[in-house]
């Protein structure tokens, strides 16, 4: 694609936009809920069981606490400070099977979300980690979906704004193209061949058989290439019950979920919650219905004052606002830590056991002590 065709493409798909431009034009509208509150984290309030509301930088060790036992997948939290043999036992010991997931506790679009197939990937993974992660049982359900839901403090019964089925980024094989040629060619993946060329280095030149679907990434996330259907129809009175019962402890946020079906779930049956996403969770549904950006606008900004209404709701119940200090000092230190997660999540690959033989001849491996030596000496 040229430089004409990326401009064209990038024009007519908002939704592909920087967040910075996206969110630039209602900006004023945040800025005036902030002036009201008298505070730049006057959200903080909107969901008390969680680090910062949920806006940025909480555990999901947070959220899982206040959830149903039993709602969300088999979870084991690991230090990098932890030896690999102490993690093999860990996982060993909690029951786990291949395939599990691994991802950052403290994470966002899908930064080193990985699949793990075996013990020696996990090695890998645990190498590469410089934060706590999350060891999780895979979910075979085969219906991934996105629930915002929104409650007021003092009100039994809450609203569910969206819902939208999440679908993987994948390719079909036809049985003569690579790889390779099959990820330059599929539009969805035009803007992210770097990042997936990475990723999938081992099987570049693999030739996928007639109709094999191969999957590019895991994570569902737009942000990495998922595509987001909605299901607004689907929202009812049923609906809205199961995520009351599940929502004791939350009032503003975003549900993914994998069920069998949204009529199993609204029956409170056969689903796992993947991750509850607090106050700075996105709204997916306007990604998802195709709203125009003016219109996804609209929804941005009266989820905010929604936003806005729970937290002075419950501010005036006496759960306090975040100083200016403690806001500021959290907001620098999560954003950092996600800075490198997305360099990391942009590097790290699995490597096979042929790849790692080629890499210790070309750069045979020196004691730790021998390089810290060299790095100080240098």
Same mark, same amino acid.
């Given at each position: 694609?040229?430089?004409?065709?990326?401009?064209?493409?990038?024009?007519?798909?908002?939704?592909?936009?920087?967040?910075?431009?996206?969110?630039?034009?209602?900006?004023?509208?945040?800025?005036?809920?902030?002036?009201?509150?008298?505070?730049?984290?006057?959200?903080?309030?909107?969901?008390?069981?969680?680090?910062?509301?949920?806006?940025?930088?909480?555990?999901?060790?947070?959220?899982?606490?206040?959830?149903?036992?039993?709602?969300?997948?088999?979870?084991?939290?690991?230090?990098?400070?932890?030896?690999?043999?102490?993690?093999?036992?860990?996982?060993?010991?909690?029951?786990?099977?291949?395939?599990?997931?691994?991802?950052?506790?403290?994470?966002?679009?899908?930064?080193?979300?990985?699949? %793990?197939?075996? /013990? $020696?990937? @996990?090695?890998?993974?645990?190498?590469?980690? +410089?934060? #706590?992660?999350?060891?999780?049982?895979?979910?075979?359900?085969?219906?991934?979906?996105?629930?915002?839901?929104?409650?007021?403090?003092?009100?039994?019964?809450?609203?569910?704004?969206?819902?939208?089925?999440?679908?993987?980024?994948?390719?079909?094989?036809?049985?003569?193209?690579?790889?390779?040629?099959?990820?330059?060619?599929?539009?969805?993946?035009?803007?992210?061949?770097?990042?997936?060329?990475?990723?999938?280095?081992?099987?570049?030149?693999?030739?996928?058989?007639?109709?094999?679907?191969?999957?590019?990434?895991?994570?569902?996330?737009?942000?990495?290439?998922?595509?987001?259907?909605?299901?607004?129809?689907?929202?009812?009175?049923?609906? %809205?019950?199961? /995520? $009351?019962? @599940?929502?004791?402890?939350?009032?503003?946020? +975003?549900? #993914?979920?994998?069920?069998?079906?949204?009529?199993?779930?609204?029956?409170?049956?056969?689903?796992?919650?993947?991750?509850?996403?607090?106050?700075?969770?996105?709204?997916?549904?306007?990604?998802?219905?195709?709203?125009?950006?003016?219109?996804?606008?609209?929804?941005?900004?009266?989820?905010?004052?929604?936003?806005?209404?729970?937290?002075?709701?419950?501010?005036?119940?006496?759960?306090?606002?975040?100083?200016?200090?403690?806001?500021?000092?959290?907001?620098?230190?999560?954003?950092?830590?996600?800075?490198?997660?997305?360099?990391?999540?942009?590097?790290?690959?699995?490597?096979?056991?042929?790849?790692?033989?080629?890499?210790?001849?070309?750069?045979?491996?020196?004691?730790?002590?021998?390089?810290?030596?060299?790095?100080?000496?240098?």
């Amino acid at each position: 694609m040229g430089i004409v065709g990326r401009g064209i493409y990038y024009l007519t798909h908002w939704e592909v936009w920087h967040w910075f431009v996206k969110y630039i034009i209602i900006g004023p509208a945040w800025l005036w809920f902030c002036f009201r509150s008298k505070s730049l984290w006057f959200f903080t309030p909107s969901n008390p069981g969680i680090t910062f509301g949920g806006f940025l930088g909480e555990t999901k060790r947070d959220s899982y606490r206040h959830l149903p036992p039993g709602s969300y997948p088999k979870s084991i939290y690991i230090s990098p400070r932890s030896t690999f043999p102490d993690v093999k036992s860990d996982v060993a010991a909690n029951g786990f099977r291949f395939p599990f997931v691994v991802k950052p506790d403290v994470g966002m679009m899908g930064f080193m979300f990985r699949k %793990i197939e075996s /013990f $020696d990937q @996990l090695r890998q993974y645990h190498a590469a980690m +410089r934060s #706590d992660y999350i060891v999780q049982e895979y979910s075979e359900y085969p219906v991934e979906i996105s629930v915002f839901y929104y409650r007021f403090p003092g009100e039994a019964k809450g609203h569910i704004s969206g819902v939208v089925r999440k679908e993987c980024m994948s390719v079909i094989g036809d049985g003569t193209s690579t790889l390779r040629q099959l990820i330059i060619n599929y539009p969805r993946a035009r803007f992210r061949t770097k990042e997936l060329f990475s990723k999938h280095s081992g099987r570049l030149d693999d030739i996928l058989e007639k109709d094999q679907e191969f999957v590019l990434s895991d994570a569902l996330n737009l942000s990495r290439g998922g595509r987001l259907v909605s299901l607004e129809r689907e929202i009812d009175d049923q609906l %809205i019950r199961v /995520f $009351d019962n @599940l929502s004791d402890q939350f009032y503003y946020g +975003r549900y #993914d979920i994998k069920c069998t079906s949204l009529d199993d779930l609204k029956q409170g049956k056969n689903f796992t919650i993947l991750e509850y996403n607090g106050c700075g969770g996105e709204p997916h549904h306007v990604y998802g219905d195709g709203s125009s950006f003016f219109r996804a606008c609209w929804v941005l900004a009266s989820h905010w004052h929604a936003l806005y209404r729970i937290s002075k709701l419950n501010r005036d119940k006496g759960i306090k606002v975040w100083s200016h200090a403690e806001g500021a000092a959290h907001m620098r230190k999560a954003l950092a830590h996600f800075e490198e997660l997305k360099r990391l999540d942009h590097t790290f690959t699995f490597k096979t056991e042929k790849e790692k033989s080629i890499s210790r001849t070309i750069f045979p491996p020196v004691s730790e002590w021998a390089f810290q030596k060299n790095i100080l000496h240098s």
